[in-house]
């Protein structure tokens, strides 16, 4: 089974809209972490926000926050007013247990912002 | 230079050839990584190196050889590949090996 799920290969959306990049995981260990990383056409990873399973709030930073749902094991990322400058492929990864050097990655999701 | 740096950005190479990948981090991280991204896949881990001791091996073939001489400095030898090793080689470095992770810019190489 797939430990991490993007369904959303490619999204389009208005500039400053709101967009949500879904992500499930999958794992049976109580102890993990979800990343969201975004990746412009220039190839380098760029960490955006860290939400660890044991966090009682939804992490948030500028205009990004992750919509935790732990029971649905989701791991959304909303991005708040959308800017063109945002269009780039989106990752979700995971590090599963303690301690734990693995990231293992989702397959990604395109966005793309429209002016 | 400040963040994860790799060199070259960009590699051609025929499947004879030996070169090497080199990334160097300026943050004062103890552990450092190489990925490789191809085309449709996710990102695979391929090696994990943590305070200069190679920590993890994703079963990746001989042909890449890492070598990791200090904290701040990463290589990926390569020798002898196959057209099905073009890919995007990405280099990451974290302050210990469970912390959130920092990625270089990455080399894209093709081989003929």
């Known amino acids: 089974a797939q430990k991490i799920t993007q369904t959303q290969p490619g999204m389009f959306v208005q500039e400053k809209e709101a967009v949500t990049l879904d992500c499930t995981y999958d794992?049976?260990?109580?102890?993990?972490?979800l990343f969201w990383y975004k990746q412009p056409s220039s190839g380098e990873m760029i960490f955006l926000i860290y939400?660890?399973?044991?966090?009682?709030q939804n992490a948030t930073e500028g205009r990004y926050s992750l919509n935790f749902q732990k029971a649905r094991k989701s791991a959304n990322l909303v991005i708040s007013a959308s800017q063109l400058g945002d269009s780039a492929m989106y990752f979700c990864?995971?590090?599963?247990?303690?301690?734990?050097?693995?990231?293992?990655f989702g397959q990604g999701t395109r966005l793309t912002i429209n002016p | 230079e400040t963040g994860v740096t790799q060199t070259p950005r960009h590699l051609v190479m025929g499947m004879t050839n030996k070169k090497s990948l080199k990334c160097e981090q300026h943050?004062?991280?103890?552990?450092m990584y190489w990925y490789k991204q191809s085309a449709k896949k996710p990102l695979e881990l391929m090696f994990v190196?943590?305070?200069?001791?190679?920590?993890e091996n994703n079963s990746v073939p001989s042909r890449f050889s890492p070598e990791c001489p200090n904290s701040s400095h990463l290589f990926l030898h390569l020798h002898t590949l196959q057209p099905e090793d073009s890919a995007l080689y990405l280099c990451?470095?974290?302050?210990?090996?469970?912390?959130?992770?920092?990625f270089g810019p990455g080399t894209r190489l093709t081989v003929l």
């Open positions: 990451a470095s974290s302050l210990r090996v469970a912390d959130t992770q920092y």
């Open positions: 794992t049976s260990d109580p102890s993990y972490g």
């Open positions: 939400q660890g399973s044991y966090d009682q």
């Open positions: 990864a995971m590090r599963e247990g303690e301690g734990a050097q693995k990231l293992v």
């Open positions: 943050l004062g991280h103890n552990a």
């Open positions: 190196y943590n305070f200069k001791e190679q920590t």
